[in-house]
């Protein structure tokens, strides 16, 4: 390979994060104040880039956090006040880049498990494959070390960057969720193997530029949340609403709240905050599902985001605005690798 084609193609990557970075500006909120606060700022200086966030399923007031890629593989327990109460290692996990987690309880055995996913690929496909770690959730709240099971897994479709996982609490199953212009719900297999390598298949459309997603306790619905907004969906894939965020310095993870009324939120950056957004009561199941409702299907097989943007405007989680700015900026910066590109022949 030429060293001009080299330089184009360092160029183009470049361009390509300045482009992200560019993207990372805060989301606007439109909710009324009244149903937007301040949970907690994390007070701990060792979490600086909190890219995964979990409510304990057996703790009170006890949430999880990690930091996100280059980091080791450490998640932390913080109180309602964002005091760190206990730091655990993971043994045996790699932390290539550590996007996600979860925390749910066994549908079959009621055990409380910790799921963290590194699932991290900004050269979209230069990784064979991810892992994500599964960890029982420590019965007490003090600075451990954990075992884990690793699983491995491959898209059907080829290799891409993702950033949400979510795990069905009905059926146990686990969802990843792909940080793309043109986003997917990819289904795991209904029983993980340790053995070999689990496939992902695509079953829905998710937003633009997804940076994570959730589960609601009762299985009702799920959240993706991207750097504008969040949205909710019913299990089938059906859009239910879009939520207004608050202003965020860089938008990274999202869970429901135990009592799923409400999601919270939070950013990468020290001292970032984690904020709680109620879900407009028109979005939440109107009655307690009944055991045959409360078992959600997977997604619905995904018919295209464009397709249903189409639709709806809003499933994109983007406005008209927003669209236009990103086309702008994709045409901006092809443009200059075009121009890098011919320069350096």
Do not use: C
Not at 280 to 295: F, L, V
Not at 300 to 324: H, M, N, S
């Amino acid at each position: 390979m030429g060293d001009g084609l080299m330089r184009a193609l360092a160029a183009a990557g470049a361009v390509a994060m300045a482009t992200s970075v560019l993207f990372t500006f805060p989301a606007r909120a439109a909710v009324a104040d009244e149903g937007m606060e301040k949970l907690f700022t994390f007070k701990d200086p060792k979490i600086t880039e909190s890219s995964g966030l979990a409510v304990s399923p057996t703790h009170a007031d006890i949430y999880y956090t990690h930091n996100d890629s280059s980091a080791s593989p450490t998640f932390y327990a913080v109180d309602g006040k964002g005091r760190t109460r206990a730091t655990f290692q993971v043994q045996g996990a790699q932390a290539r880049d550590w996007e996600a987690m979860a925390a749910t309880k066994d549908p079959a055995t009621g055990q409380a498990t910790l799921w963290f996913a590194d699932i991290g690929d900004n050269l979209n496909g230069a990784w064979p494959d991810v892992s994500i770690y599964r960890v029982v959730e420590p019965q007490t709240i003090k600075d451990a070390t954990l075992p884990a099971t690793r699983y491995r897994f491959r898209y059907a479709d080829g290799g891409r960057n993702a950033e949400g996982i979510m795990i069905n609490p009905k059926t146990g199953r686990l969802y990843v969720v792909s940080k793309e212009f043109s986003g997917s719900v990819y289904a795991a297999p209904k029983k993980l193997r340790t053995d070999k390598t689990n496939v992902l298949r695509k079953v829905a459309a998710a937003p633009l530029m997804a940076t994570d997603a959730a589960y609601a306790p009762d299985g009702s619905s799920y959240v993706v949340r991207t750097y504008f907004s969040a949205t909710l969906y019913r299990p089938s894939g059906e859009m239910i609403t879009r939520v207004s965020m608050p202003e965020l310095k860089q938008a990274e993870s999202i869970t429901y709240t135990a009592d799923g009324k409400s999601l919270l939120t939070g950013s990468e950056g020290p001292r970032s905050p984690v904020y709680r957004v109620t879900i407009p009561a028109t979005a939440r199941p109107a009655t307690t599902p009944s055991p045959a409702s409360a078992a959600p299907q997977p997604p619905v097989k995904d018919t295209g985001t464009a397709t249903r943007a189409a639709a709806d405007p809003g499933a994109t989680g983007l406005t008209a605005k927003d669209i236009l700015i990103w086309i702008a900026a994709a045409a901006t910066a092809l443009g200059t690798i075009t121009f890098i590109a011919r320069r350096t022949r």
